[in-house]
């Protein structure tokens, strides 16, 4: 089955930028999403389609995917991105949705 | 405003049958894939199943097949996730989301807010 690899952590100072990579086999012929949530509350998508935002998203989130590895960057970091980031992909050879590990970013 | 609002907290013991829903509003209900994603304590998020109201046709993930149900009541606009018997590896927060409209992407646009269920003797 389809795996896809996070690291699981990421730290980051404020103001800087933080980067989240997202590891799978020709992960770039697929569309990838993002996902942030904050302890105690629900998943919230961030970046569909490898690299669109929501509405309400702030311009500071982008998503890069090509090769092996996408990218979901946060500029000017800010205490209140503090989070857990996941991706996601549908698989179209097995019609089943494949999470990533998680990575914990944490604001220093 | 498209909402997706799930019914609430559930403490069961093992053996014990549970179903828990998820009520779609501001869209239409029957045009959209709708799902069930588990996460475990302190643990990331699995895809379960996902179901499209408008046939009932259903999809598992491997890892669920066989251990949970999933249906769809259009005529209330509301899915459910179903168990038989349940066990103690259960316990968890069970999310239900909708996918996007376009077929090529999968993307999972709206969630709701999560039902605890914990399964304990």
């Known amino acids: 089955s389809y795996v896809l690899t996070q690291p699981p952590s990421v730290s980051v100072a404020p103001g800087k930028t933080a980067r989240i990579t997202c590891g799978g086999n020709n992960i770039g012929s697929k569309s990838l999403h993002w996902y942030q949530q904050k302890p105690g509350q629900a998943p919230v998508l961030v970046i569909y389609?490898?690299?669109d935002r929501p509405s309400g998203i702030p311009e500071r989130y982008s998503g890069s995917n090509s090769g092996n590895t996408a990218t979901l960057t946060i500029s000017r970091v800010e205490a209140g991105d503090e989070a857990d980031y996941y991706c996601?992909?549908?698989?179209?050879?097995?019609?089943?949705?494949?999470f990533g590990t998680g990575t914990k970013v944490t604001v220093l | 405003e498209v909402q997706l609002v799930q019914s609430g907290a559930e403490v069961k013991k093992p053996g014990e049958s549970l179903k828990i829903s998820c009520q779609g509003s501001?869209?239409?209900?029957?045009?959209?894939?709708i799902g069930w994603v588990r996460q475990m304590p302190g643990k990331g998020l699995e895809w379960m199943a996902i179901?499209?109201?408008?046939?009932?046709?259903?999809r598992y993930s491997p890892s669920f097949q066989g251990q949970v149900s999933i249906s769809a009541d259009k005529s209330i606009t509301t899915a459910y996730l179903q168990w038989s018997s349940l066990k103690a590896s259960d316990t968890a927060m069970y999310y239900c989301v909708r996918r996007g409209m376009d077929i090529l992407t999968g993307v999972f646009d709206y969630w709701g807010q999560g039902t605890l269920v914990t399964v304990s003797s």
């Open positions: 996601q992909v549908w698989d179209t050879t097995s019609d089943h949705y494949i």
């Open positions: 389609y490898d690299s």
């Open positions: 179901i499209y109201p408008g046939d009932s046709d259903t």
């Open positions: 501001g869209y239409s209900f029957t045009r959209y894939w």
